[in-house]
Protein backbone atom coordinates (compact mmCIF):
# COMPACT_ATOMS: atom_id res chain seq x y z
CA UNK A 1 0.00 0.00 0.00
CA UNK A 2 1.35 3.49 -0.74
CA UNK A 3 2.85 5.36 1.87
CA UNK A 4 0.33 8.16 3.26
CA UNK A 5 2.51 10.83 5.10
CA UNK A 6 0.41 11.88 8.11
CA UNK A 7 -0.34 15.55 8.29
CA UNK A 8 0.99 17.52 11.54
CA UNK A 9 -2.14 19.56 13.21
CA UNK A 10 -2.65 22.67 12.94
CA UNK A 11 -1.13 25.00 15.11
CA UNK A 12 -3.20 27.12 17.02
CA UNK A 13 -3.73 30.04 16.47
CA UNK A 14 -3.48 33.44 19.20
CA UNK A 15 -6.02 35.13 19.44
CA UNK A 16 -5.97 39.09 19.54
CA UNK A 17 -6.55 40.67 22.50
CA UNK A 18 -7.59 44.32 22.34
CA UNK A 19 -7.23 47.04 25.34
CA UNK A 20 -10.91 48.48 24.84
CA UNK A 21 -10.34 50.77 27.71
CA UNK A 22 -8.99 52.46 30.84
CA UNK A 23 -10.16 53.55 34.19
CA UNK A 24 -8.83 55.05 36.96
CA UNK A 25 -9.49 56.12 41.26
CA UNK A 26 -8.16 58.31 43.32
CA UNK A 27 -9.47 58.38 47.05
CA UNK A 28 -10.37 61.74 48.28
CA UNK A 29 -8.80 65.17 48.14
CA UNK A 30 -5.13 65.57 47.24
CA UNK A 31 -3.01 66.06 49.88
CA UNK A 32 0.34 68.84 48.92
CA UNK A 33 3.47 68.84 50.32
CA UNK A 34 2.41 71.90 52.74
CA UNK A 35 -0.24 69.72 53.90
CA UNK A 36 1.96 66.74 54.97
CA UNK A 37 5.00 69.59 56.25
CA UNK A 38 2.35 70.37 58.96
CA UNK A 39 1.76 66.74 60.03
CA UNK A 40 5.45 65.25 59.60
CA UNK A 41 7.79 68.29 59.13
CA UNK A 42 8.99 69.36 56.10
CA UNK A 43 11.38 67.84 53.21
CA UNK A 44 14.35 69.25 52.22
CA UNK A 45 13.48 71.33 49.04
CA UNK A 46 16.59 69.81 47.35
CA UNK A 47 15.05 66.22 48.17
CA UNK A 48 11.42 67.61 46.86
CA UNK A 49 13.43 67.96 43.67
CA UNK A 50 14.80 64.78 43.72
CA UNK A 51 11.24 62.58 44.18
CA UNK A 52 9.24 65.03 42.30
CA UNK A 53 5.95 64.27 43.71
CA UNK A 54 4.03 67.71 44.32
CA UNK A 55 0.46 65.45 45.86
CA UNK A 56 -0.71 62.87 46.33
CA UNK A 57 -4.14 61.13 47.09
CA UNK A 58 -4.99 58.51 50.65
CA UNK A 59 -7.75 56.46 51.96
CA UNK A 60 -6.40 57.75 55.14
CA UNK A 61 -7.38 61.10 56.52
CA UNK A 62 -4.19 62.41 57.99
CA UNK A 63 -5.42 64.07 60.68
CA UNK A 64 -7.52 61.52 62.28
CA UNK A 65 -6.15 58.07 60.80
CA UNK A 66 -9.67 57.28 59.76
CA UNK A 67 -10.11 55.19 56.15
CA UNK A 68 -12.54 56.47 54.00
CA UNK A 69 -12.60 53.54 51.49
CA UNK A 70 -10.55 50.49 50.72
CA UNK A 71 -8.91 48.70 48.03
CA UNK A 72 -10.95 46.55 46.78
CA UNK A 73 -13.35 49.47 46.46
CA UNK A 74 -10.84 51.53 45.09
CA UNK A 75 -10.22 48.50 42.69
CA UNK A 76 -14.02 48.38 41.76
CA UNK A 77 -14.55 52.04 41.17
CA UNK A 78 -11.63 52.10 38.50
CA UNK A 79 -13.19 49.03 37.17
CA UNK A 80 -16.53 50.48 36.81
CA UNK A 81 -15.02 53.95 35.29
CA UNK A 82 -13.38 51.48 32.64
CA UNK A 83 -16.15 49.13 31.98
CA UNK A 84 -18.17 52.46 31.27
CA UNK A 85 -15.46 53.75 28.60
CA UNK A 86 -15.31 50.79 27.26
CA UNK A 87 -19.33 50.12 26.59
CA UNK A 88 -19.08 46.87 28.00
CA UNK A 89 -21.70 45.68 30.82
CA UNK A 90 -20.61 44.15 34.07
CA UNK A 91 -22.05 40.65 33.65
CA UNK A 92 -19.51 40.27 30.10
CA UNK A 93 -16.91 40.06 32.42
CA UNK A 94 -15.41 36.32 32.57
CA UNK A 95 -12.29 37.52 34.03
CA UNK A 96 -10.37 39.13 36.60
CA UNK A 97 -6.73 39.94 37.08
CA UNK A 98 -6.09 41.98 40.18
CA UNK A 99 -2.61 42.88 41.26
CA UNK A 100 -2.25 44.30 44.67
CA UNK A 101 0.55 44.34 47.46
CA UNK A 102 -1.61 46.05 50.37
CA UNK A 103 -5.25 44.23 50.08
CA UNK A 104 -8.07 44.93 52.32
CA UNK A 105 -7.17 41.48 54.25
CA UNK A 106 -5.11 38.52 53.78
CA UNK A 107 -8.43 36.47 52.96
CA UNK A 108 -10.03 36.51 51.45
CA UNK A 109 -8.52 37.93 48.37
CA UNK A 110 -9.04 41.43 47.58
CA UNK A 111 -10.29 40.51 43.89
CA UNK A 112 -12.87 38.32 45.11
CA UNK A 113 -15.12 41.74 47.03
CA UNK A 114 -14.51 43.19 43.63
CA UNK A 115 -16.14 40.76 42.02
CA UNK A 116 -18.94 41.05 44.57
CA UNK A 117 -19.26 44.66 44.53
CA UNK A 118 -19.61 44.34 40.25
CA UNK A 119 -22.53 41.32 41.23
CA UNK A 120 -20.19 38.96 38.81
CA UNK A 121 -22.14 35.55 39.89
CA UNK A 122 -19.93 33.56 36.60
CA UNK A 123 -16.13 35.21 36.61
CA UNK A 124 -12.76 33.60 37.40
CA UNK A 125 -11.18 34.96 39.37
CA UNK A 126 -6.96 35.36 39.89
CA UNK A 127 -4.70 38.03 42.33
CA UNK A 128 -1.40 38.79 42.02
CA UNK A 129 0.90 39.72 45.36
CA UNK A 130 3.43 42.09 43.71
CA UNK A 131 4.37 45.81 44.18
CA UNK A 132 5.41 47.79 41.97
CA UNK A 133 5.85 45.43 38.59
CA UNK A 134 2.59 43.82 39.82
CA UNK A 135 -0.18 45.48 37.42
CA UNK A 136 2.37 44.15 34.61
CA UNK A 137 1.76 40.63 35.33
CA UNK A 138 -1.45 41.20 35.48
CA UNK A 139 -1.75 42.41 32.09
CA UNK A 140 0.07 39.58 31.08
CA UNK A 141 -1.33 36.80 33.30
CA UNK A 142 -4.66 37.99 32.09
CA UNK A 143 -3.72 38.37 27.92
CA UNK A 144 -2.45 34.93 28.12
CA UNK A 145 -5.42 33.40 28.79
CA UNK A 146 -7.72 35.89 26.67
CA UNK A 147 -5.13 34.88 23.88
CA UNK A 148 -5.50 30.76 24.37
CA UNK A 149 -9.45 31.35 24.34
CA UNK A 150 -9.84 30.46 27.99
CA UNK A 151 -11.37 33.70 28.63
CA UNK A 152 -12.59 36.36 26.47
CA UNK A 153 -13.28 39.74 28.35
CA UNK A 154 -11.28 40.82 31.56
CA UNK A 155 -10.38 43.41 34.05
CA UNK A 156 -6.74 43.87 35.04
CA UNK A 157 -7.09 46.03 38.05
CA UNK A 158 -3.79 47.64 39.58
CA UNK A 159 -4.87 48.86 43.38
CA UNK A 160 -2.48 49.89 46.34
CA UNK A 161 -3.35 51.79 49.72
CA UNK A 162 -0.36 52.58 51.07
CA UNK A 163 -1.41 55.35 53.64
CA UNK A 164 -2.60 52.95 56.19
CA UNK A 165 1.35 51.99 56.95
CA UNK A 166 2.34 56.05 56.78
CA UNK A 167 -0.04 57.35 58.96
CA UNK A 168 1.49 55.94 61.94
CA UNK A 169 4.27 56.97 61.30
CA UNK A 170 3.34 60.61 62.60
CA UNK A 171 -0.21 60.46 64.00
CA UNK A 172 -0.03 61.65 67.60
CA UNK A 173 3.56 63.12 67.60
CA UNK A 174 5.91 66.02 67.03
CA UNK A 175 5.92 66.55 63.57
CA UNK A 176 9.43 67.73 63.83
CA UNK A 177 10.49 64.66 65.65
CA UNK A 178 9.81 61.87 62.47
CA UNK A 179 12.83 61.10 61.50
CA UNK A 180 14.07 62.81 57.77
CA UNK A 181 13.98 58.98 56.41
CA UNK A 182 10.34 58.37 57.82
CA UNK A 183 9.19 61.60 55.97
CA UNK A 184 10.97 60.94 52.63
CA UNK A 185 8.62 57.42 52.55
CA UNK A 186 5.13 59.48 53.83
CA UNK A 187 6.20 62.36 50.96
CA UNK A 188 6.88 59.57 47.90
CA UNK A 189 4.12 57.64 47.85
CA UNK A 190 0.12 57.75 47.77
CA UNK A 191 -3.02 55.92 47.10
CA UNK A 192 -5.11 54.43 44.29
CA UNK A 193 -6.49 51.90 41.39
CA UNK A 194 -6.04 51.56 37.19
CA UNK A 195 -8.15 49.34 35.66
CA UNK A 196 -7.85 47.71 32.27
CA UNK A 197 -11.05 46.10 30.03
CA UNK A 198 -9.27 43.38 27.57
CA UNK A 199 -11.02 41.65 25.37
CA UNK A 200 -10.32 39.00 22.70
CA UNK A 201 -10.84 39.24 19.24
CA UNK A 202 -10.14 37.28 15.69
CA UNK A 203 -7.30 34.53 15.49
CA UNK A 204 -4.05 36.10 14.74
CA UNK A 205 -1.11 34.54 13.12
CA UNK A 206 0.46 31.27 14.44
CA UNK A 207 3.69 32.75 13.42
CA UNK A 208 3.40 35.92 14.34
CA UNK A 209 5.99 37.69 16.64
CA UNK A 210 6.81 36.57 20.43
CA UNK A 211 5.46 38.41 22.97
CA UNK A 212 7.88 40.21 25.05
CA UNK A 213 7.20 38.76 29.06
CA UNK A 214 7.27 42.01 30.30
CA UNK A 215 6.60 41.44 33.86
CA UNK A 216 9.70 39.18 34.56
CA UNK A 217 12.17 41.39 32.35
CA UNK A 218 11.73 43.65 34.95
CA UNK A 219 12.86 42.08 38.37
CA UNK A 220 16.05 41.63 39.59
CA UNK A 221 16.00 38.20 41.27
CA UNK A 222 19.59 38.83 43.19
CA UNK A 223 18.95 42.38 44.88
CA UNK A 224 17.60 42.48 48.24
CA UNK A 225 13.53 43.53 48.50
CA UNK A 226 13.50 47.18 47.81
CA UNK A 227 10.41 47.46 50.52
CA UNK A 228 9.49 45.04 53.34
CA UNK A 229 6.58 45.24 55.36
CA UNK A 230 6.71 42.94 58.78
CA UNK A 231 3.21 41.42 60.30
CA UNK A 232 0.25 40.15 58.38
CA UNK A 233 2.22 36.92 57.30
CA UNK A 234 2.66 33.33 59.19
CA UNK A 235 6.42 34.75 59.72
CA UNK A 236 5.63 37.32 62.06
CA UNK A 237 1.54 37.54 62.63
CA UNK A 238 0.50 40.89 63.41
CA UNK A 239 -0.06 40.88 67.18
CA UNK A 240 -3.43 43.32 66.99
CA UNK A 241 -5.09 41.27 64.29
CA UNK A 242 -8.09 39.14 64.58
CA UNK A 243 -10.15 36.94 61.96
CA UNK A 244 -13.31 38.72 61.22
CA UNK A 245 -16.20 36.67 59.25
CA UNK A 246 -16.15 36.99 55.80
Known sequence: MPHTPAVPPAEPRARHVSVLATGAHLPGE??????????????????????????????????????????????????????????????????????????????????????????????????????????????????????????????????????PLLAPVFLGRDPERVRMRDRLTVYTFGDGAGALVLRAGEEGSAHGRRRPVFATRSLGGARKPGMLIVGGGTDAPSPNSSAAPA
Open 30 to 163: ALDNDTLARFCGPLPADVLDGIQVERRHWMVDPATGAHTTSTSQMATAAARQALERAGVQAGEIDLIVLSTASPDYLLPVAATYVQQQLGLEDCAVIEVRAGCVGAVQAHDIARRLLADGTYTTALVIGAEAVS
